[in-house]
């Protein structure tokens, strides 16, 4: 019988031990807080994020966001796909566009509730939503909905907005309790309690409006007056005469950008996180009182990045510049090592395919992106090495009629930061822009982007750069992938 019991012992412990060698767990919880304009100059301000995310899980150093504009990014978070496949390219028409093509049918929520997940969206959805499908529009595959209503007064969503909530449409005003930011944590704190209360795994889609302009604070919380902009060397860049004339003209707005706006606007911008921070630390604190913490993945994350005066450039977006492509990315969880870093390349079209395989769906064969679940058990495999940065509608017809009218160079000027296609190589960057100008720079000697070496590239390097973008701009599903891991070049 001692025998007996010995054996037993011992087969538990191996069973235990093999339990132990995969780390990741079935149907865990997933968490997705996305930041709308955050940018890496940004992350000090959000000290217990850091902490509970970050120091409780890995940080990612090279996250990509391969279309730099909301709409655009956040169209490929929930599809996997570059945009040139998801065919939204710009924040208009967005929504509507993304609506005619159906894809919403055939996204991240849909695959995660055909797997018997709880899901749930608060917050800011697509641009334009929900134009063309009705006021009272809900999108297929969400149990918990609450999304702003597209303004038509050019206000903003942190006061006086409208959410459409599960069908019904709720208008806010500028009571402290109606700042956005408070009304998003707590219809996600209810929702993770019902989902506790269901004993069923869920996928919660926290989408705030933080740090977008106008940035306003909720009461009490604008930071000192004396916070200053923490300016790189291509802050106010003395020197832009190598620049695309389409980035030149995006300066010329008739007033200087300075350091004094530069100052103000990042104020404004820090004081719009410190809600977000403490939501971010309630969200963990409510995950462990519900038993929940351990088998749950948070991802802390951008739609895109911002630029603040680097290059001459005023406050915005959608460049192919670092500033607005390199974004934050922290997670925890389950099978994460607590203070690990990801150095690889990765980005927001691998953002839906690594939250599908954590929950065990079924990822689409269209999907351009891949998991990022092996980097986070230290694996070795075969990466990419570069990545496409598209960005624009691009009208042949009208390009063609702009570069034989010296008059009309401006004709791009109206699509932030002008169309183009690029290549975000491991050590490079390449850009074709639609009316023909290019922009290339060595990230090893100028990580800033300040010395734009296009002119000096010899035909032989520019024919293989514009061979393997075309190739880049064109691809979908594995070809991308497989496009991605040959784009080292030698110049």
């Known amino acids: 019988m001692k025998k007996k019991f010995a054996l037993l012992l011992i087969l538990l412990a191996l069973l235990a031990g093999c339990t132990m060698q995969n780390p990741f767990k079935d149907s865990p919880n997933v968490i997705l807080i996305l930041t709308d304009d955050l940018d890496t100059p940004l992350m000090p301000y959000i000290p217990q994020t850091r902490q509970l995310i970050g120091e409780q899980g890995a940080t990612f150093e090279n996250y990509f966001i391969t279309t730099p504009i909301c ?66 529009y809900v999108p297929p595959g969400w149990d918990d909905w609450g999304a702003f209503l597209a303004n038509t007064d050019d206000g903003d969503f942190f006061y006086n907005y409208t959410m459409n909530e599960n069908g019904t449409l709720v208008e806010y005003g500028d009571a402290p309790e109606d700042y956005s930011t408070s009304v998003i944590r707590e219809k996600s704190l209810a929702f993770i309690d019902d989902s506790v209360k269901a004993d069923a795994p869920f996928f919660l889609f926290v989408s705030v409006y933080a740090p977008h302009g106008p940035a306003t604070p909720a009461p009490g919380d604008l930071v000192d007056e004396d916070l200053t902009y923490p300016q790189s060397p291509s802050f106010r860049e003395a020197d832009i005469s190598d620049k695309p004339r389409i980035i030149q ?82 997670v925890r969880g389950p099978g994460i090592t607590p203070g690990s870093t990801v150095t690889q390349m990765t980005a927001n079209i691998d953002l839906a395919p690594t939250i599908a395989e954590m929950a065990g769906a079924k990822i689409p064969a269209f999907v351009d992106g891949r998991s990022l679940l092996p980097w986070l058990q230290a694996d070795t495999l075969q990466w990419r090495n570069g990545l496409l940065i598209e960005f624009g509608y691009i009208d042949e017809e009208a390009i063609a009629e702009a570069m034989n009218d010296p008059e009309k160079d401006n004709l791009l000027v109206g699509v932030a930061g002008g169309a183009f296609r690029g290549i975000r190589g491991e050590n490079y960057v390449y850009v074709e822009y639609a009316n023909g100008e290019l922009e290339f720079y060595d990230l090893t000697n100028d990580p800033y982007q300040l010395e734009n070496l296009a002119g000096t590239l010899n035909a032989e390097t520019l024919s293989l750069l514009h061979e393997k973008l075309t190739a880049l701009k064109n691809c979908s599903g594995t070809e991308c992938q497989s496009l991605e891991e040959d784009l080292n070049i030698n110049w």
């Open 71 to 136: 709409c655009a990014s956040r169209a490929t978070t929930i599809r996997g796909q570059y945009a040139h496949n998801t065919d939204i390219l710009q924040n208009s028409p967005g929504f509507a566009r993304f609506f005619k093509l159906k894809e919403e049918e055939d996204a991240l929520n849909i695959w995660l509730q055909n797997a018997g997940y709880r899901t749930a969206l608060f917050g800011k959805y697509l641009n334009n939503y929900p134009v063309n499908a009705g006021r009272n």
């Open 249 to 330: 003209a995006l300066t010329q707005t008739g007033d200087e950008f300075d350091e004094g706006d530069a100052n103000y606007v990042f104020r404004k911008r820090v004081s719009t996180l410190k809600p977000v921070d403490d939501f971010v630390a309630e969200l963990v604190q409510v995950l462990e009182a519900n038993g929940q913490l351990d088998n749950t993945y948070i991802i802390f994350t951008s739609d895109n990045g911002f630029h603040l005066g680097e290059h001459q450039l005023p406050s915005g977006k959608g460049t192919a510049y670092e500033e607005d492509i390199l974004v934050p990315f922290m």
